[in-house]
């Protein structure tokens, strides 16, 4: 359908502003894109809070909206592939910066959903 489409859509354009693809559709698989170093130094060096003046969101913003996205959409399968793909990143170093704010819907909401899921 026209609507699924456009979801699919958008979510392979926030996996690539995220220098991220979508390896496998059927299993919701990530792997990185090419380039993707510099789009991580890109989207860490983005300031802690949204302001009008930023150009890029925080990244932990990104990712509490891709999530929020995936399981308001019940695509909990792409949802979890997701907190698996940053668990990995993160502990490889790639993502060494990352950090979830401690009262972030991420953390107080997404993560223990996921978690009981996995």
């Known amino acids: 359908t026209p609507?699924?489409?456009r979801v699919h859509y958008s979510y392979l354009c926030v996996l690539s502003y995220l220098g991220w693809r979508l390896h496998c559709e059927e299993?919701?698989?990530?792997?990185?894109?090419?380039?993707?170093?510099?789009?991580y130094a890109t989207l860490l060096a983005a300031p802690p809070t949204t302001?009008?003046?930023s150009?890029?969101?925080p990244l932990d913003t990104v990712?509490?909206?891709?999530?929020?996205f995936l399981l308001g959409m019940r695509l909990v399968t792409f949802a979890t592939r997701?907190?698996?793909y940053i668990v990995d990143d993160a502990k490889a170093g790639r993502l060494a910066h990352l950090v979830i704010p401690e009262g972030s819907v991420v953390r107080t909401t997404l993560l223990p959903i996921l978690s009981t899921s996995l």
């Open 82 to 84: 997701l907190v698996l």
């Open 27 to 39: 299993t919701g698989e990530l792997d990185r894109l090419r380039g993707w170093k510099q789009r």
């Open 63 to 68: 990712l509490t909206a891709l999530l929020t």
């Open 3 to 5: 609507t699924i489409d």
């Open 51 to 53: 302001t009008t003046t």
């Open 55 to 57: 150009v890029l969101p």
